[in-house]
């Protein structure tokens, strides 16, 4: 499927020209506010954890550890290691 082009405003004063680079600014700075918030809201360091919490974020690490481990063996089981770079020499 072809892309679909978009018709290039035509501008024929200056003052069509700014009031494009106003509108143009505004919606970067609200995109910009937008993304802050976004990005925020990701690094949000909960408070007020308890230990129960705490036991089972080890908990899931310790699973997620353990996951890796088993299909690293199985990988170098079967097909000699992650993309071959453990293989045996003959």
């Known amino acids: 499927m072809l892309p679909v082009k978009k018709p ?3 501008y024929h004063t200056l003052e069509e020209i700014r009031q494009r680079k106003d509108e143009l600014l505004e919606q970067m700075q609200e995109d910009n ?3 802050s918030t976004l990005w925020g809201e990701i ?3 909960r408070e ?3 230990k129960s919490d705490y036991i089972s974020g080890i908990i899931a690490n310790s699973v997620t550890i353990i996951d890796m481990f088993l299909l690293y063996r199985k ?3 079967n097909y000699g290691g992650i993309l071959g770079l453990f293989r045996k020499k003959h």
């Open 43 to 45: 690094f949000v360091k």
């Open 8 to 10: 290039q405003p035509v």
């Open 75 to 77: 990988l170098k089981k």
């Open 48 to 50: 007020g954890n308890s």
């Open 33 to 35: 506010t937008k993304f």
